[in-house]
């Protein structure tokens, strides 16, 4: 029974990202406040479609610590699933992302429309330049910057190396930095088809000021709030222990 929910909502995911990156397309003149408006409505619909047809639903901790200004999102990435949620819990927020993804046809449109910061990872140099500079663009228009300081999805239960590029930009720019745990690989795991019920949980950590800070000492913060909260709500047994 499970195997065919995750396939009607698969089904539903994949027609509904035909839609919106054929939207995307007449909505490039328009400013980004309109296309972001627009665009986002496809998380919008997947997410509460999620808790309907695969009965998976998820919680957040710490909304109270979401600052009023544009910040860096430092979240932890293992599924599918936090790329779509982020855009429920946070405003207007753009991603740091491999170029690659902007090939996909039509979900690559959509996310073009949004105004990513698409990097080519093997030019690491002029990378961490690129994120520095839109980055900065990015945040002191009011657009929050989403990076997972660990690159790429990683397996529940276990662990990537943070890397700096996401302190980094918080440190040039001046702006805060807010750390994200959720433990969706568990239900929702990398490259995995079936969706688990239940609930994911989310928390969201008190804001960190780079202002007398080293990006060292930013991500140490970042990582320690992230890896300390993965084990306490972990629900895979012996993982963390």
Not at 143 to 168: C, D, H, M, N, S
């Amino acid at each position: 029974m499970q195997w065919i929910r995750s396939l009607i909502y698969f089904v539903f995911m994949v027609l509904t990202a035909i839609g919106f990156g054929l939207l995307s397309v007449v909505l490039w003149p328009l400013p980004f406040k309109w296309r972001y408006g627009v665009i986002s409505q496809w998380a919008r619909m997947n997410i509460p479609m999620l808790k309907v047809i695969c009965n998976l639903n998820y919680e957040v901790e710490g909304r109270e610590n979401i600052p009023e200004q544009a910040s860096v999102i430092l979240c932890k990435h293992q599924s599918t699933w936090e790329t779509m949620a982020l855009q429920c819990i946070f405003p207007p927020q753009i991603w740091v992302l491999k170029k690659e993804l902007l090939k996909i046809p039509f979900f690559g449109w959509g996310l073009a429309c949004l105004d990513p910061i698409a990097i080519n990872r093997k030019l690491k140099k002029k990378a961490m330049e690129q994120v520095m500079e839109q980055g900065q663009q990015r945040l002191d228009s009011g657009r929050w910057v989403v990076i997972f300081p660990e690159g790429t999805r990683i397996p529940a239960g276990k662990k990537g190396k943070y890397q700096l590029g996401g302190a980094r930009l918080a440190k040039h720019a001046g702006h805060l930095v807010v750390p994200v745990m959720h433990n969706a690989g568990e239900y929702w795991p990398k490259k995995g088809f079936l969706k688990t019920p239940g609930t994911i949980k989310v928390v969201i950590g008190k804001p960190i000021d780079p202002t007398n800070l080293t990006p060292d000492e930013i991500m140490r913060q970042t990582e320690e709030f992230i890896e300390s909260n993965m084990k306490k709500h972990s629900t895979l047994d012996g993982v963390y222990s």
